[in-house]
């Protein structure tokens, strides 16, 4: 077998070269794996290589990017530092002095929305960190980039099993898959592997999902497994006409302009089992069109009990809302908790949904609410409460609200706190119950 000759700015692992030997064949790349793999040195390099052979137009993008120091500038710099490329340097732009190419940087989401200007007539589009791209700016980008013989380039490490640039990739054929990790990166220095092998030793769960770029899941960090989850998607059980019927209604509204609002409905199957039967969302500034929408739903479902957020800029809502249908039920996330292990509501209902997919109650079926609530964490405060991760942090790791899975979390806190009649938990008896309750307001 010949040996490929590569020019020094190549030096790249190995394992990448097919990345480089068929860049005109796809259309899509996707490079994933853990730290110190070689990912973004790679796509940096080969980049700087293309500028220099052609006029290309570059785009190096993320989802947000609150400053030019959060881009991947700086990698470039220091290579053609290393290389004595000739560049015009500007702030946001690099531009080869030959060939004119233009590497520029982007952050894909500014106010809430997704901005695609400057990505016309882009012939390869950057993204790293592309495990914090959401579905919804994937969507937008992807047609965006239709000049002739375009690539889009993803390297990440995913958070989840169900991430949306992952999910995009799988099983495209015009997409060449990697998977490279910091054992096939022959650069790679010996402080970083003795790292990675302390790392395995004292954490294995940090270690596969930091170093070989495994989703993030089964770690007790989480408050639901993915197993779990899984069995909760794939849950059977046997219907029982007596309970046919019984249902609840739950809204989550939006707190942002860049969070949905959502409606679900859950009706009973049994003694035990809820269905996940409907899920609508659905994106609207203007307050009456959702109030309007809340109420079309309420009267084609007919439930017997709804549950619709009233915190924040949801109360106005709420308010109108309480005056049409009086028995619905307002929802205070930071209101104090009944139950007495839980630091507030929130946490009352997401220890409620919690218990109630592991004990095989609850089947899902929607997959966004599955994907929101495998990325959840619990912490434990030093009081020994549990409290459930803030929705700002987890917009900010994920770039979007947990919508999906605070409106199912309402629906089973709805049922176990607020119902008249409900089955409960007899500790000593390690057995069901039934109790009554007021309603919650």
Same mark, same amino acid.
């Given at each position: 077998?010949?040996?490929?000759?590569?020019?020094?700015?190549?030096?790249?692992?190995?394992?990448?070269?097919?990345?480089?030997?068929?860049?005109?064949?796809?259309?899509?790349?996707?490079?994933?794996?853990?730290?110190?793999?070689?990912?973004?040195?790679?796509?940096?390099?080969?980049?700087?290589?293309?500028?220099?052979?052609?006029?290309?137009?570059?785009?190096?993008?993320?989802?947000?990017?609150?400053?030019?120091?959060?881009?991947?500038?700086?990698?470039?710099?220091?290579?053609?530092?290393?290389?004595?490329?000739?560049?015009?340097?500007?702030?946001?732009?690099?531009?080869?002095?030959?060939?004119?190419?233009?590497?520029?940087?982007?952050?894909?989401?500014?106010?809430?929305?997704?901005?695609?200007?400057?990505?016309?007539?882009?012939?390869?589009?950057?993204?790293?960190?592309?495990?914090?791209?959401?579905?919804?700016?994937?969507?937008?980008?992807?047609?965006?980039?239709?000049?002739?013989?375009?690539?889009?380039?993803?390297?990440?490490?995913?958070?989840?099993?169900?991430?949306?640039?992952?999910?995009?990739?799988?099983?495209?054929?015009?997409?060449?898959?990697?998977?490279?990790?910091?054992?096939?990166?022959?650069?790679?220095?010996?402080?970083?592997?003795?790292?990675?092998?302390?790392?395995?030793?004292?954490?294995?769960?940090?270690?596969?999902?930091?170093?070989?770029?495994?989703?993030?899941?089964?770690?007790?960090?989480?408050?639901?497994?993915?197993?779990?989850?899984?069995?909760?998607?794939?849950?059977?059980?046997?219907?029982?006409?007596?309970?046919?019927?019984?249902?609840?209604?739950?809204?989550?509204?939006?707190?942002?302009?860049?969070?949905?609002?959502?409606?679900?409905?859950?009706?009973?199957?049994?003694?035990?089992?809820?269905?996940?039967?409907?899920?609508?969302?659905?994106?609207?500034?203007?307050?009456?069109?959702?109030?309007?929408?809340?109420?079309?739903?309420?009267?084609?479902?007919?439930?017997?009990?709804?549950?619709?957020?009233?915190?924040?800029?949801?109360?106005?809502?709420?308010?109108?809302?309480?005056?049409?249908?009086?028995?619905?039920?307002?929802?205070?996330?930071?209101?104090?908790?009944?139950?007495?292990?839980?630091?507030?509501?929130?946490?009352?209902?997401?220890?409620?949904? @919690?218990? &109630?997919?592991?004990? =095989?109650?609850?089947?899902?079926? #929607? /997959?966004?609410?599955? %994907?929101? !609530?495998?990325?959840?964490? @619990?912490? &434990?405060?030093?009081? =020994?409460?549990?409290?459930?991760? #803030? /929705?700002?942090?987890? %917009?900010? !790791?994920?770039?979007?609200?947990?919508?999906?899975?605070?409106?199912?979390?309402?629906?089973?806190?709805?049922?176990?706190?607020?119902?008249?009649?409900?089955?409960?938990?007899?500790?000593?008896?390690?057995?069901?119950?039934?109790?009554?309750?007021?309603?919650?307001?």
């Amino acid at each position: 077998m010949e040996s490929l000759i590569l020019p020094k700015i190549l030096n790249i692992p190995p394992k990448l070269f097919p990345f480089i030997c068929n860049f005109n064949s796809y259309s899509y790349f996707l490079l994933e794996g853990g730290r110190a793999s070689g990912k973004t040195q790679s796509v940096a390099r080969f980049l700087l290589y293309i500028a220099q052979m052609r006029h290309v137009r570059i785009c190096c993008g993320r989802e947000i990017q609150n400053s030019i120091d959060e881009s991947v500038k700086t990698v470039f710099l220091d290579l053609i530092d290393q290389y004595n490329l000739d560049y015009d340097i500007k702030r946001d732009c690099l531009t080869d002095k030959t060939t004119e190419s233009k590497i520029f940087f982007k952050g894909f989401r500014e106010q809430g929305k997704v901005n695609i200007k400057g990505l016309e007539g882009v012939d390869i589009l950057w993204i790293d960190e592309a495990q914090s791209i959401a579905k919804a700016t994937l969507d937008v980008i992807v047609p965006t980039i239709r000049k002739k013989n375009s690539v889009i380039i993803f390297t990440m490490n995913r958070y989840t099993r169900f991430d949306a640039v992952y999910n995009f990739c799988a099983k495209r054929k015009d997409c060449l898959h990697i998977n490279v990790c910091y054992f096939d990166n022959p650069f790679v220095d010996e402080k970083i592997i003795k790292e990675a092998e302390i790392s395995k030793q004292t954490n294995i769960n940090d270690y596969n999902h930091i170093w070989l770029g495994y989703p993030m899941a089964n770690n007790n960090e989480y408050l639901i497994s993915s197993d779990s989850l899984d069995k909760s998607y794939n849950l059977e059980y046997t219907q029982d006409t007596h309970y046919k019927g019984n249902s609840i209604m739950s809204v989550d509204l939006s707190a942002s302009g860049a969070d949905l609002c959502v409606a679900k409905l859950f009706e009973q199957q049994n003694d035990t089992v809820w269905l996940e039967k409907n899920t609508i969302s659905w994106s609207e500034s203007d307050t009456d069109i959702t109030k309007g929408k809340i109420v079309s739903l309420y009267s084609n479902w007919s439930p017997n009990l709804l549950i619709i957020d009233s915190d924040g800029l949801g109360y106005p809502i709420w308010v109108s809302i309480q005056k049409m249908i009086n028995s619905a039920i307002g929802f205070r996330g930071a209101k104090k908790p009944l139950s007495k292990y839980a630091l507030n509501a929130r946490a009352d209902g997401y220890l409620a949904l @919690k218990d &109630y997919i592991e004990k =095989g109650y609850l089947k899902l079926k #929607d /997959k966004n609410t599955i %994907r929101q !609530l495998e990325y959840i964490k @619990k912490i &434990y405060k030093p009081n =020994g409460l549990i409290a459930i991760q #803030d /929705k700002k942090e987890l %917009r900010k !790791l994920h770039n979007e609200s947990p919508d999906f899975a605070d409106c199912a979390m309402m629906a089973i806190y709805a049922l176990n706190f607020c119902s008249n009649v409900l089955l409960i938990e007899d500790e000593e008896m390690n057995s069901f119950v039934q109790a009554e309750f007021e309603p919650f307001d």
